[in-house]
């Protein structure tokens, strides 16, 4: 079965960084899109970040852009997210999710991922 399992989240001050990764396991990881999305306290959940499948294209939310780096390997099934110059906005659960089907184009919607992980909070202190 598909499992996204995301690790590296925790406490660091404003200015700070952090590098969350997402394990991936029960599919072909190298023929899916993969994305970063958040959710803050009281807040919907938010795209932040895609990776095409074959690690080519990238996208980012306005908020994140030039701040937060997507990645991924395919040879160990796992996307990362390296957050640099971390704000208290910034403090939201982050969650791994694979696009819907393979080969696909990228979508900042969170109805195009059909797989989720648990989670990882995030918290930006000031």
């Known amino acids: 079965q598909v499992e996204l399992v995301e690790s590296g989240g925790g406490l660091v001050q404003a200015g700070g960084s952090l590098r969350l990764s997402c394990a991936a396991s029960g599919f072909t990881f190298r023929h899916y899109n993969m994305g970063w999305f958040r959710q803050a306290p009281g807040k919907e959940r938010e795209f932040v970040a895609s990776t095409h499948w074959g690690g080519t294209t990238t996208s980012y939310a306005d908020s994140v852009k030039g701040r937060f780096t997507i990645s991924r390997d395919n040879a160990k099934n796992t996307v990362y997210l390296q957050m640099n110059s971390l704000k208290p906005e910034d403090t939201a659960v982050y969650y791994c999710?694979?696009?819907?089907?393979?080969?696909?184009?990228?979508?900042?919607?969170?109805?195009?991922?059909?797989?989720w992980g648990q989670g990882t909070q995030v918290t930006v202190s000031s």
């Open positions: 999710a694979r696009k819907r089907g393979s080969y696909a184009s990228s979508s900042y919607r969170d109805l195009d991922y059909d797989y």
